[in-house]
């Protein structure tokens, strides 16, 4: 069928930079790039392009620029360039909508809308170069009270506690499988959250052997699929996490295509090569919280009551009472992904629609708990769409304990957020399976990165915490009135639980 | 001695070690100039068979064949290591070419001499080592 649609960007390649050393020829996996025999030049054909930079940022001579094809003429506020190319490319394909990464629709990020405290003149702020600052937290359930005796002259707990994760930092990487993205960029993340003492999550792809050297660092997930999850996974990691639904799709399960089953998948996920690998919607053990707390169980009596367990579910319209239930369930953590959760593979309209922004859900979380008397029993884990030292600390402020970092780790290791990671074809090899691809992605440096990130937004976290007079990030966990609301409307401020800018 | 290694498993066959490589033995230095103008042979070859490939430089061998086969004494075993090659006593024969057991030696037909890694001996890191983008080529000891 004569396609419709015009190319949605526009390759502009310098004639007298270009080298024709072709390192954009072989850097595409998209095919844009092509050698003309007959004088040796360069051709692009822009209708393949996805934007993800990978030619522009390898070019030597910077010879490539590229530019949105702005080409809808006739575009309006109802009908906008991508409404009608959907309807083109679906007039065509008779297919349901795909994407990958979170959700690019202009709701209203709430971060950019909350402002931080500082100290001035009446209480003193804290150089944390100069003196101590704390940033390790512990996820786990806590007690209602804690008993201690005497012995010897010294003091010692009594109270027996919950198992703990124990964060030199309140971040973690998010739930990415093997299967979405490579082998290396799970090495990368493993070794970037060993080294920095902090935490990595296997996703519900399994946990590949190699790996398992890196598992008090490691949170494995156990979803619908059940993949790769026996005695020996569960007992190489720090915790658990049952993973009901994710942020960009809330609802529906997941489905790898057996083309990206190879050997390394096939043993990982303990299924046979070559076959689509499916999530369903729902765990079909898991119709209600009684059930849950059955799975959850199960899982602790597994592990020995030694590993928290973790409950993470999409950020919907009811969050708060369903985290409630999660927790008298018996969960350790509750983990809330947000709308704009990214995702390897997504229908688009699902993701772009359906859940709520992560900032309402960890504000109704917090205070359901708070008002039920029960917050002290687990911990709330953040994610979607965090993308700054800023936001994370308004997140600990408005009550969560610590954040998933997914789309944020991605981009640190090279990704160019295009959104194609459905293809399999990601130019940067983070989402691929295909072995001439996956090796550009150095987990040297890919580790390297992520501690570097890691290292400074801690710092920055520690100069806004000094600033606030703070010095451990455990104290402003869920001190709200160290934020301030600008531009937001009453319900929204009541909702966040937090005054507008100007209220005392 | 230190030599130029490949790590294959993260060589993603981008040929930019060739590009620098062709620029650090140009004239001008300029990587618009050396490659559109002056036409700069790379001083080392990228083998690719998809997925793998990895860059191949002379490997500065402890009993080079190259060296015993050269005809006019262009090609040296120096002391301290590396096979060097004085350009101007070259005449083209190519004997060396076929000696050498890694197909490390380019023709520069044109100009009817060998074109071979000289380990950027001018500079502390070869340029190809230096500006590959994944860390795939390094320069180190191993010992021989």
């Not at chain 1, 030597?60 to 083109?88: D, Q, S």
């Not at chain 1, 493993?190 to 003492?197: K, L």
């Not at chain 1, 579910?313 to 369903?322: D, E, L």
């Not at chain 1, 999660?326 to 983990?335: F, T």
Request: net charge neutral; aromatic share 6%.
């Amino acid at each position: 069928m004569y396609t419709l649609l015009q190319p949605d960007f526009r390759i502009k390649r310098d004639e007298e930079r270009c080298i024709r050393c072709g390192v954009c020829v072989r850097q595409c996996a998209f095919d844009v790039h092509s050698v003309d025999t007959d004088d040796g030049s360069i051709r692009s054909d822009e209708s393949k392009c996805v934007a993800c930079q990978r030619c522009e940022t390898l070019c030597p001579t910077r010879a490539l620029t590229l530019e949105e094809n702005y080409h809808v003429a006739n575009e309006n506020y109802n009908w906008t360039g991508g409404v009608l190319k959907n309807i083109w490319k679906q007039a065509e394909t008779g297919g349901v909508l795909l994407t990958g990464m979170g959700n690019p629709r202009p709701y209203r990020i709430y971060w950019d809308h909350l402002v931080l405290n500082a100290s001035q003149v009446t209480n003193p702020s804290i150089d944390p170069l100069r003196e101590p600052m704390e940033l390790r937290t512990y996820l786990g359930s806590k007690p209602d009270s804690v008993e201690v005796v005497k012995e010897n002259g010294s003091l010692k707990l009594k109270t027996k506690l919950a198992p703990q994760l124990r964060l030199d930092a309140p971040f973690l990487f998010s739930a990415m499988s093997l299967g979405a993205i490579g082998y290396n960029v799970q090495e990368a993340m493993a070794r970037a959250a060993t080294e920095m003492g902090i935490y990595w999550n296997t996703g519900e792809g399994g946990l590949h052997k190699d790996l398992y050297k890196y598992g008090k660092n490691t949170i494995v997930q156990v979803a619908s699929g059940r993949f790769g999850v026996y005695k020996d996974y569960l007992d190489a990691a720090a915790a658990v996490e049952i993973k009901i639904g994710q942020g960009a799709k809330p609802g529906i399960g997941g489905h790898l295509p057996g083309e990206k089953v190879g050997d390394l998948v096939s043993m990982t996920r303990m299924i046979p090569a070559g076959t689509d690998a499916l999530s369903p919607a729902p765990h079909h053990d898991i119709y209600s919280i009684e059930d849950l707390s059955q799975l959850i169980y199960s899982l602790k009596e597994a592990t020995e009551y030694t590993k928290p367990v973790s409950v993470k579910i999409a950020a919907v319209h009811n969050v708060a009472a369903i985290a409630s239930g999660i927790v008298r369930a018996g969960a350790d953590i509750v983990a809330i992904d947000g709308i704009r959760g990214g995702t390897g593979a997504a229908p688009t309209m699902i993701r772009d629609n359906v859940g709520i922004p992560i900032e309402l859900a960890i504000a109704a979380v917090d205070q359901r708990l708070r008002d039920e008397g029960i917050r002290n029993r687990a911990s709330i884990l953040a994610a979607g769409g965090f993308r700054s030292s800023a936001d994370i600390i308004k997140a600990i402020a408005l009550g969560a304990d610590a954040v998933y970092l997914g789309t944020a780790a991605l981009v640190a290791m090279g990704c160019h957020v295009c959104q194609k990671c459905y293809t399999g074809k990601c130019n940067w090899g983070i989402a691929t399976q295909d072995p001439y691809l996956e090796r550009r992605l150095n987990p040297d440096i890919a580790a390297e990165r992520l501690s570097n990130l890691i290292h400074a937004w801690s710092h920055e976290i520690m100069e806004m915490l000094g600033g606030m007079g703070i010095n451990a990030i455990e104290s402003l966990r869920g001190n709200r009135l160290h934020l301030r609301g600008v531009g937001l409307s009453k319900t929204e401020l009541d909702i966040l639980g937090v005054r507008h800018a100007g209220a005392s | 001695m230190k030599r130029i290694y490949a790590i294959e498993s993260v060589c993603m066959n981008c040929q930019l070690c060739a590009v620098f490589c062709a620029t650090g033995h140009s004239r001008s230095k300029d990587i618009i100039k050396a490659h559109n103008r002056e036409k700069v042979l790379p001083r080392l070859f990228v083998e690719e068979k998809r997925p793998v490939s990895f860059a191949v430089q002379c490997r500065h061998c402890d009993e080079p064949f190259c060296v015993q086969s050269c005809i006019t004494g262009a090609l040296t075993k120096s002391l301290e290591g590396p096979v060097v090659y004085a350009e101007e006593k070259c005449v083209g024969c190519w004997t060396c070419v076929a000696a050498c057991p890694y197909g490390a030696i380019r023709r520069d037909v044109d100009r009817k001499k060998i074109a071979k890694c000289d380990l950027c001996a001018e500079l502390t890191e070869p340029a190809c080592v230096a500006n590959c983008p994944n860390q795939a080529l390094v320069y180190e000891e191993r010992g021989s």
